[in-house]
């Protein structure tokens, strides 16, 4: 089953764990559309529908399907688990009730183990699945669960490069490439913003690959690009301080980097933006935004790119007297069912092969799918990588003055020391 977002070599992953399972004599299904159709599962009502809700793999569905783009079974961002907001709430039925519709539906199909395959929101559903069944009666039949970790973004706790990533920094770098060549023939700038959540991976990639001027990310907001906001909380009214982007300080970082460059004799450039900043955006700018079933800020839809070009585009009006052309551009949805890297392929290959290992050999329940070195498998149990008191999973960062990011550093726009 996959969830979430798309992202390329979804079909390495199921192509690979299919193979495997079928070879092996197990009967494979794949859900479609993600957990859509088990969260409306009831025995007499809603039975499960093979061709509506599964379909049953054959020989003839696995051909050419590794490199593949899209999903063969579709996804969703159906959210069984939207209820629960900690331990206690496992306990009670009201809140796992979309749980237990799930586990019945999968029961009802005779299916042993699950396969997941998503986000770390989809990690937290496959957990609550998994903590769900140790808490029902002694004989109830068990669905084992694994996980594989999916997203471009590439911010995932206990894997090193999560697959689609490569080819998505691959995608964007070379559209990045292209904007470049268009900055530098119409003598302007483009803003760019890559999608990434809430941390810096993919952007940093992005502007390495597509040699971009300047990049900024979620772990970039210190000094003078962080300030202080008093939040209220609508529900209990409790007031709370918390850190957040200065849009000020960002625009004249940017006007910073024109007059750099122009002062080289270069009157073009590119800047790259990770999404995730726009979550950081003061509060006047977040009201009303709209979020997603797991409670997620609409990035999207606040084009953080484009207001960015508009306010450093009148700091540099008000600096130099003169007009700039800056211009926003969202880059990500055309990167995620992409023809697959090579890297992506093999990647994905191996973390398919990998959930059919935990699950025939190792015979494991409660564990996240991983690599390291030159593709070894390793198997994560998912209390290493969910928070036991809160059931969350926890954002894997850039680390501040990594070689990562200190290679960013270094290839774009050395900028002066501003004065004052």
């Not at 959210?79 to 237990?100: E, M």
């Not at 040699?211 to 900024?216: D, G």
Request: proline share 3%.
């Amino acid at each position: 089953m996959f969830s979430g977002g798309p992202a390329p070599a979804a079909n390495a992953v199921i192509a690979a764990a299919v193979s495997s399972f079928r070879r092996e004599g197990w009967e494979a299904i794949g859900f479609l559309h993600g957990y859509s159709g088990l969260v409306e599962f009831d025995a007499t009502a809603r039975p499960l529908v093979e061709g509506t809700d599964y379909m049953l793999f054959r020989d003839s569905d696995l051909r050419g399907l590794r490199n593949e783009r899209g999903i063969v079974v579709g996804t969703s961002r159906a959210n069984p688990g939207k209820k629960i907001r900690g331990p206690a709430d496992l306990d009670d039925p009201s809140r796992t009730a979309g749980l237990a519709k799930v586990h019945a539906g999968l029961v009802s199909l005779g299916v042993s183990a699950l396969v997941s395959i998503g986000g770390d929101d989809t990690l937290k559903t496959a957990n609550f699945l998994y903590e769900h069944q140790n808490r029902l009666p002694a004989g109830t039949p068990r669905v084992k669960v694994v996980h594989v970790p999916k997203t471009i973004d590439n911010d995932y706790r206990g894997i090193d490069f999560t697959f689609g990533f490569f080819t998505a920094v691959d995608v964007m770098a070379k559209e990045l490439l292209n904007l470049r060549a268009d900055a530098m023939a119409t003598k302007s700038y483009f803003i760019v913003e890559t999608m990434g959540r809430k941390a810096g991976w993919l952007a940093y990639g992005v502007a390495v690959a597509g040699e971009a001027h300047l990049v900024v990310g979620v772990e970039d907001v210190t000094g003078d690009l962080a300030i202080t906001e008093e939040v209220k909380d609508e529900a209990t009214g409790a007031v709370r301080k918390e850190q957040r982007l200065s849009m000020d300080a960002l625009a004249d970082r940017v006007v910073d980097l024109v007059l750099a460059r122009e002062a080289r004799g270069k009157n073009y450039g590119t800047v790259v933006l990770a999404e995730g900043l726009a979550e950081l955006l003061p509060e006047s700018y977040l009201r009303g935004i709209a979020r997603d079933e797991h409670g997620h800020v609409s990035l999207g839809k606040i084009d953080i790119g484009k207001l960015v070009a508009k306010v450093a585009a009148e700091r540099y009006l008000a600096r130099t007297g003169r007009e700039k052309k800056l211009t926003g551009v969202q880059l990500g949805y055309e990167s995620r069912c992409a023809a697959p890297h090579a890297f992506d392929v093999m990647l994905g290959s191996q973390l398919g092969v990998g959930a059919y290992r935990a699950i025939a050999e190792a015979g494991l329940d409660g564990h996240m799918v991983s690599v390291v070195g030159q593709l070894d498998l390793r198997f994560v149990p998912f209390g290493e990588l969910v928070n036991k008191e809160t059931l969350k999973t926890e954002v894997r960062f850039i680390q501040p003055g990594c070689d990562f990011q200190r290679l960013a550093r270094v290839l774009e726009t050395r900028l002066p020391a501003r004065r004052g």
